[in-house]
């Protein structure tokens, strides 16, 4: 059983920066992908940005493009959501998400708070 632990929240100011980072243990076969979900208050979890395992390909949401990169740590199975120049608009709830073969295993989320 696939286990996403999610590490790294908290609180900023805006403008400040902040780096997630997620770790998926028990993984018997190569992971398909690992994403990074948010949800603000009010709002429906959206993706925020994915990267492929095996080809290394990533994508991020227009919403956060150019100041939110994802990237990997192969030998650990992490994937790391670097985030700059955050918004109060940035404030939810971030889960990780990792897929083996074609099932998803969540994180618990964790918080940020963008504000003063």
Known sequence: QVQ???SG?????PGGS?????????????????DWFRQGPGK???LVARLWWMSGKT????SVEGRFSISRDNA??????????????DTAVYYC??????????????QVTVSY
């Not at 790391?80 to 918004?87: F, T």
Request: aromatic share 6%; glycine share 10%.
């Open 97 to 110: 998400s990792a897929r083996e073969g074609l099932t998803d295993y969540w994180g618990q989320g964790i």
């Open 9 to 13: 929240g908290g609180l900023v100011h």
């Open 4 to 6: 996403v632990v999610e």
């Open 76 to 89: 650990k199975n992490t994937v790391i959501l670097q985030m700059s120049s955050l918004k109060p608009e």
């Open 59 to 62: 994508y991020v949401a227009d």
């Open 18 to 34: 902040l780096r997630l980072s997620c770790v998926a243990s028990g993984v018997a076969f190569s992971l398909a992908r690992m």
């Open 44 to 46: 429906e979890r959206e």
